[in-house]
């Protein structure tokens, strides 16, 4: 895990290696930890999300994001998800509306996060 600040937000990187990310304990985690480095967005790599979060059915998504936005924190999904998003329109416009609003980001590598940063405070 890494700490950077980016046009005055404050970012927990979570590291790609690690138990998946799958439950809202695990999503409790997280505010704990973003909470204790006074992060205002936690960046997790599509590497350890468990796959399930990708299948809207089952409503892990729901609650990890829900857990982070009821904290007031936000969510960076980092790294390639086009696999998943092919394989479901419902998690294709998931992704297209959570990418219009502040709370929750689909960005493709680091880079595109510190462009997102750069357009939002």
Known sequence: MRI???????VLHIAAEGAPISTP??????VGDAWAN?????AVPVERLDPAFFDLRTGI???ITQKLVNYRLRLA???DIAQHVDASAALRDYVWES????QVWFVADDA????????VR
């Open 77 to 79: 999904v980092v790294g």
């Open 99 to 102: 990418n219009r609003g502040a």
């Open 25 to 30: 304990d695990d999503a409790a985690d997280l």
């Open 38 to 42: 006074q992060a205002e967005l936690v």
């Open 61 to 63: 998504a729901g609650e």
């Open 4 to 10: 950077d600040e980016s046009t005055g937000i404050r």
């Open 112 to 119: 595109a996060l510190e462009a997102k940063l750069a357009g």
